[in-house]
């Protein structure tokens, strides 16, 4: 009696089993279809809206120049120097089409996505890309002149001062720290030695000022090291007059160069 039991429960068990594979795998196919037409729907909109977008940068580019700027991604680094970049455009005949949308969603087309690109493509291939590059930079260093925290500031758009082992942001901290330095009277002047203090800052993460955590001084001339302490003071007053402190965004999410080398000659 148990064995014909056993018998009928597994026999049951077989055909319901049996009954779900197939079940199963339509469920599958059903929605792997229907993935398959979204994504064709999806790729559908997205070339009619950039087609549209394409046509439209054509048609304004024969009269008109504009120029976007856009970030790596997304929620990248905001580019600080709008303004300025706005009126060195408009300086050279070119209007200023802002931050260029993206996403980071596989085909979502947001707005002027493709007339952005292509706007930017007519303006660089008709003024070259290097020129537009240039204005660019020149921007930006209008704007490090203002705010000069910003060289310590790791922003995407700045990428290029922060190249061979962050010279031109040392250059642009030394331009500025000169323009106002004076050299002890009997400072020994030299052409064919460096002379330099290598400054480390550490931040107070409650009031976001930075502050000299440690000079390592690198002086050739023997005689001058007694001015160790004046350029000490010096370097102090530079700081705190340039406002050289991170942002909060900066602190929170982009990070920040604690670093920097002033140069004696």
Known sequence: MRLLI????????????????????????RQESERIQMFKKLLKQYKELCSKDSIRA???????????IFNSVPSGDDFPAKNELQDILKNNNVLW?????????PLHYTTDKCYSSYMNFFTEEKFGKDFINGLVKQALLQYIEKRPAIILSYNEHLDWIYENNNKIADDLINILFHKTFLYPK??????????????????NRENYIMDVENFVHHIEDKANKRFIPYFEKSIKNFIKSHNLNPTKEDVLYSGFKNTFRIYYK
């Open 6 to 29: 056993f018998l009928f429960v597994f026999v049951f068990q077989t055909i319901i089993f049996a009954q779900n594979i197939p079940t199963e795998d339509s469920i599958q196919k």
């Open 58 to 68: 054509v048609n304004d580019s024969k009269t008109q120049n504009k120029f976007y």
């Open 97 to 105: 089409g802002g931050i260029g949308s993206g996403s980071d969603i």
């Open 186 to 203: 009997d400072y020994h002047h030299s052409l064919d030695e460096i002379s330099y203090s290598e400054v480390k800052l550490v931040l």
